[in-house]
Nanobody, 123 residues
Framework: QVWLVESGGGLVQAGGSLRLSCTASGRTFSGYAMGWFRQAPGKEREFVATINWTGGSTYYTDSVKGRFTISRDNAKNTVYLQMSSLKPEDTAVYYC????????????????WGRGTQVTVSS
């Protein structure tokens, strides 16, 4: 099992930026694809972004393309989500997740999850 802890959430005005971090411990980080998901109040959790083990392949949901960037530092066992041009509709609890192997966009493909970090974007 991989233990995941998210950080970096907070309150920001629309148009602002935040960088979320997710640090893994436990089993080796090697070979794990990482994903970011989010859950807004009253809505189901949804996919945001994913990155493969090498960092050479990334994929984003359409609503965040051009505004969010997922990256990773394997030496630090950490994955990041740089969020820019934030909108009120980005308000949600953001979760990171890990799965061994290929990066997928479906929640059920991920085995390990963090507890989430709250992001609130004010208008």
């Amino acid at each position: 099992q991989v233990w995941l802890v998210e950080s970096g959430g907070g309150l920001v005005q629309a148009g602002g930026s935040l960088r979320l971090s997710c640090t893994a411990s436990g089993r080796t980080f090697s070979g794990y694809a990482m994903g970011w998901f989010r859950q807004a109040p009253g809505k189901e959790r949804e996919f945001v972004a994913t990155i493969n083990w090498t960092g050479g392949s990334t994929y984003y949901t359409d609503s965040v393309k051009g505004r969010f960037t997922i990256s990773r530092d394997n030496a630090k066992n950490t994955v990041y989500l740089q969020m820019s041009s934030l909108k009120p509709e980005d308000t949600a609890v953001y979760y990171c997740a890990a799965r061994r192997g290929v990066a997928f966009t479906t929640q059920s493909d991920y085995n390990d999850w963090g507890r989430g970090t709250q992001v609130t974007v004010s208008s």
